[in-house]
């Protein structure tokens, strides 16, 4: 929701005589606080049921986070803007200055690249949103937690009881930091227009043909940041390949090729 607000308030600002109204639908991932994501549907579970109200006409704009976005879109639709990016970083959270004992992530790229920092740290799922995660490390269930620094940014969570570190050397997940717009094909132009930050854009696109790729979901250990410098795209990846974490960096100017061209040399293909 707060990330809808973000959208409305830059089409008021730009169409200030237009009206505009946010409605809320709870998805399947907003039910489901508790299963392993994996377990019940992965990426999708929550954006389905706003793409079907999309496709069936009940409202024009779908606002997502870009990394809940499957590389694969329904026929019909399309990811109209990508608003300018937020932070992309990693963060981990932590109450106290006690030992790392458990780190709770439901993400495999996450747990992938901690495992190196915290060798002999337990990783658990966890599921819930940030302020739920929070209260796992204030009563000890978790020592800590990682989290996106785009939304504790965006919630504008300001505890002194808690300790946020940014992850440097993580690579992050596709599209993370971006909202995107997702519409149906060929509608709402001038909105689109005006939503879009086009090095934003490029990013995505690149990240994402990096995840088409190589085939993988959000709980596939793999990960994408790209960068707009002049005239290049500048993209660092990660995935896992025997056992091994490959890290790999390249620029091009064409998004989708360079993506492309990421996996096959990350992959040995």
């Known amino acids: 929701m707060r990330q809808a607000r973000?959208?409305?308030?830059?089409?008021?600002?730009?169409?200030?005589?237009?009206?505009?109204e946010i409605v809320g639908i709870t998805t399947e991932g907003d039910r489901d606080r508790t299963s392993v994501l994996s377990s019940f549907g992965g990426r999708g579970v929550f954006i389905k049921e706003i793409e079907r109200a999309l496709l069936e006409g009940e409202i024009d704009m779908a606002v997502h986070s870009a990394?809940?976005?499957?590389?694969?879109?329904?026929?019909?639709?399309?990811?109209?803007?990508?608003?300018?990016?937020?932070?992309?970083?990693?963060?981990i959270v932590t109450c106290g200055s006690g030992r790392i004992r458990t780190i709770g992530t439901g993400s495999a790229r996450r747990a992938a690249q901690i495992k190196g920092m915290y060798p002999q740290a337990e990783i658990k799922p966890i599921r819930g949103n940030i302020e739920t995660r929070l209260e796992k490390i204030k009563s000890g269930e978790y020592d800590a937690v990682i989290i996106a620094k785009a939304a504790i940014e965006r919630l504008e969570i300001q505890d002194r009881s808690i300790r946020v570190t940014v992850l440097e050397d993580f690579v992050s997940a596709a599209g993370q930091g971006i909202i995107a717009v997702e519409?149906?094909?060929?509608?709402?132009?001038?909105?689109?227009?005006a939503l879009n930050d086009k090095d934003t854009m490029a990013a995505l696109k690149a990240e994402r043909a990096f995840l088409r790729a190589a085939g993988g979901g959000c709980h596939a250990?793999?990960?994408?940041?790209?960068?707009?410098?002049g005239e290049k795209i500048i993209m660092e990846t990660m995935l896992e390949r025997d056992g091994r974490i490959i890290i790999n960096e390249g620029e091009g100017t064409d998004p989708e090729e360079l993506g492309?061209?990421?996996?096959?040399?990350?992959?040995?293909k």
């Open 67 to 91: 990394k809940d976005m499957p590389t694969e879109l329904p026929e019909g639709l399309e990811i109209g803007a990508a608003l300018r990016r937020a932070a992309h970083e990693d963060t």
């Open 221 to 229: 250990p793999i990960g994408a940041y790209a960068r707009v410098s």
């Open 6 to 20: 973000l959208a409305m308030l830059e089409l008021r600002k730009n169409f200030p005589t237009e009206s505009f």
């Open 260 to 268: 492309r061209r990421m996996y096959l040399e990350s992959s040995g």
């Open 183 to 193: 519409v149906r094909k060929n509608s709402m132009g001038g909105f689109m227009d």
